[in-house]
C-alpha cells in the first residue's frame, strides 16, 4: 500500500479557492505536481507564485502526467462536468468543488460515471469539517438532542452588496441559474442534510433579485476583489440575490433557510439552529470553535473545540489542542484527509464518510426543486425518482 506522501495530485483552477486546496494539500503530506489556470500564461503565474512545480497547458496535458493520480476540479461552475468527466475517464480520482454541477442532469451522469469507475470521488462540501459540526453529527446520531423538530438558519455574505460587485458567479451560463442557493445555500443545505441524517423532501422558495443591473468590468476579476477601477459594462442580472425557503425533512423535521450576498457586514456567516425534543445545538462560521447547547431546565452550555471534550469524529478533524482557534482552512485538511485515506487504498470505500457526488447531487435536486418552487409559488416535493442509488454516509437512506 502507498504512503498519503507517494501521492501526486493536480488542481484545475487557481483562483481563490484552487489556492486554498493547494495549501492544504501540501499540508496533508500530498504532492501537488502541477496546477492548470485559465491560460497558459495564467497557470505559470500562479504555479510561480504558489511555489508549484508545473503549469499544465491543458487538461490533456495534464491527464498525461503518470505521477498525478488525484485531480481537483476549483473552475467555475460551468467546467465542473466537463473537467470531471475527463478526469474519470482518464482513470483519475477527483475532488470537485460545489455546486457539483450546472443541472441535476449534469450531476446525474457523474454519479453514474463515478460509480461505474470504483475511483474516490468527492464534492467538497467542507463545512462539514469543522470540528464542532463533526462532534454535532455524532451528538445528533447519539440522540442527546432527542427527536430532531426545527432546522433553522442562515448564510449570509455581503461581497456582491454593490452594484459594482462583479464575479462570474453573476452570469447565468457561468455559474448556473441559482446564483445564492447554489453558491451558499448549497453548503447549508448540505450540511443539514448531513447533522441531521433526514433528506430535505418538500420545499417553498422565495427568490429575490434586489440589484437588477451590476456593472461587469471590462477585465477578469477575482472572487471577493474589491478593486473597482476600469471601464465597466451595465449587465441585467438574472439570478438572486436573496433566498427564504421553508424546508420539510423526511424525517418529519421542518426548517427554514434564509441566504443572501448582499447582508452588509456578514462577511461567511453560516448559522444554524437545531431544536430537538430534549435539547438544541446552534453554531456560526464566524466563531467556528464554539457551539451552543440549549436546555429547558438547566443551565445552556458553550462547547469550545476542544479534542479532550469531544467525540472520535470531533477529534479526528482537530489539528489543534482547545484554545487554539481552527478555521475555514483546517476543514480542507481534514475533509482531505478522509477523501486521501480511500485514494491510498485504491478506490472508492463501499461507503464513504466524506461528501461524495451523491451528496453533491443530491443538492443539485434540492436545488432544482427551490428554483421551480419559486417560479410556481408552492411547495415543490424533491423529485428523486431518477435518483442514482448510491449513497454515502451523508445521506441516510
Ligand atoms: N468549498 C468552498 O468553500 C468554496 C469557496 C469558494 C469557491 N468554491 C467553488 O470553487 C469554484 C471556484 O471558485 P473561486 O471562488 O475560486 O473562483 P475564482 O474566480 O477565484 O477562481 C476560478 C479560477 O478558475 C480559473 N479558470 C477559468 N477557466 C478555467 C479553465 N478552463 N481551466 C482552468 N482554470 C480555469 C480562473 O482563471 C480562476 O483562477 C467554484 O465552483 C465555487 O463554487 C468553493
Not at 206 to 216: A, K
Not at 235 to 256: C, K, M, N, Y
Request: proline residues 5%.
Amino acid at each position: 500500500m502507498r504512503r498519503i506522501a507517494d501521492v501526486g495530485a493536480a488542481v484545475i483552477g487557481t483562483g481563490f479557492i484552487g489556492t486554498v486546496h493547494v495549501e492544504a494539500l501540501r499540508r496533508i503530506g500530498v504532492q501537488v505536481r502541477g496546477v492548470l489556470g485559465s491560460t497558459p500564461d495564467r497557470g505559470a503565474t500562479r504555479a510561480e507564485a504558489l511555489g508549484v512545480p508545473r503549469a499544465y497547458t491543458s487538461l490533456d496535458e495534464l491527464l498525461a502526467d503518470p505521477s498525478v493520480q488525484v485531480v481537483h476540479v476549483t473552475s467555475p461552475n460551468d467546467l465542473h462536468v466537463a473537467q470531471t468527466k475527463a478526469i474519470l475517464s482518464a482513470g483519475r480520482h477527483v475532488v470537485c468543488e460545489k455546486p457539483l454541477a450546472m443541472t441535476a442532469a449534469g450531476s446525474a451522469e457523474l454519479v453514474e460515471l463515478a460509480a461505474g469507475s470504483g475511483l474516490v470521488n468527492a464534492t467538497n462540501f467542507n463545512i462539514r469539517y469543522y470540528p464542532l459540526n463533526q462532534q454535532a453529527r455524532e451528538t445528533v446520531a447519539g440522540g442527546t438532542l432527542g427527536d430532531v423538530r426545527m432546522v433553522t438558519g442562515r448564510y449570509f455574505q455581503d461581497w456582491l452588496l454593490l452594484e459594482s460587485d462583479w464575479n462570474w458567479r453573476l452570469q447565468p451560463d457561468r455559474g448556473g441559474a441559482l446564483r445564492a442557493v447554489g453558491d451558499i445555500g448549497s453548503h447549508w443545505l448540505d450540511l443539514m442534510t448531513y447533522l441531521t441524517g433526514q433528506r430535505i423532501v418538500e420545499v417553498m422558495a422565495d427568490l429575490t433579485t434586489f440589484i437588477p443591473s451590476r456593472q461587469e468590468p471590462a477585465g477578469p476579476v477575482e472572487s471577493f476583489s474589491t478593486d473597482r477601477s476600469g471601464d465597466t459594462v451595465s449587465r441585467p442580472i438574472a439570478t438572486e440575490d436573496t433566498a427564504s425557503v421553508l424546508l420539510r425533512f423526511d424525517g418529519g423535521a421542518r426548517g427554514a433557510v434564509s441566504v443572501s450576498q448582499i447582508s452588509p457586514g456578514r462577511k461567511n456567516s453560516l448559522q444554524y439552529e437545531i431544536d430537538g425534543s430534549e435539547a438544541a445545538l446552534a453554531w456560526d462560521s464566524e466563531q467556528p470553535d464554539q457551539a451552543w447547547i440549549g436546555h429547558r431546565d438547566r443551565p445552556n452550555e458553550i462547547l469550545i473545540r476542544n479534542p479532550a471534550l469531544m467525540g472520535p469524529a470531533g477529534q479526528a478533524a482537530s489539528a489543534l489542542p482547545g484554545g487554539h482557534v481552527e478555521g475555514f482552512f483546517d476543514t480542507f485538511c481534514a475533509h482531505f484527509r478522509a477523501v486521501y485515506a480511500d485514494v491510498v487504498a485504491g478506490a472508492s470505500s463501499s461507503r464513504p464518510g466524506y461528501p461524495t457526488f451523491v451528496d453533491g447531487h443530491d443538492e443539485m435536486l434540492v436545488g432544482e426543486a427551490i428554483a421551480e418552487s419559486a417560479r410556481s409559488g408552492r411547495w415543490v416535493t424533491v423529485d428523486r425518482s431518477a435518483d442514482p442509488a448510491h449513497s454515502s454516509e451523508g445521506v441516510v437512506r
